[in-house]
């Protein structure tokens, strides 16, 4: 679907203030979604249309916290298959979810542990 001269306006605009928001750079903006920094320019250039649900997710990636489940997610137990279709229609476990599929795909933040001097 191609946006409209007015729609892709708005959206420059919309992927501009959700990276200010969070107080990141563009390089940082992409390297917690996983995408080409010249992605997230295009977004913010209006060449490319955004990825909705990515720009929902960036700020929970900027503050290193994960989204909150539904209450009936953390309530009941799922099977496999009743989970793969509630991630499908609720947007908070949706979002939770890859909160945590794109986090995985990380390596872990290394610890910042002073140096010991050899004697």
């Known amino acids: 679907m191609r946006l409209s001269g007015e729609e892709l306006k708005k959206q ?3 992927v501009e203030a959700v990276r200010q928001a969070c107080k990141i750079t563009q390089e940082e903006a992409a390297r917690l979604l996983g995408i080409a920094k010249n992605t997230w320019v295009r977004w913010e ?3 490319f249309q955004a990825d909705g649900l990515k720009l929902e997710l960036l700020p929970h990636l900027a503050r290193y916290k994960c989204p909150q489940l539904c209450r009936p997610f953390r309530e009941k137990a799922f099977s496999g298959v009743r989970m793969a279709e509630h991630i499908l229609t609720c947007r908070d476990c949706w979002l939770a979810i890859h909160y945590l599929a794109v986090v995985g795909k990380k390596p872990p933040r290394e610890k ?3 140096l ?4």
């Open 12 to 14: 420059c605009l919309r």
């Open 45 to 47: 250039s209006g060449k």
């Open 112 to 114: 910042q542990v002073p």
């Open 116 to 119: 010991k001097r050899l004697a």
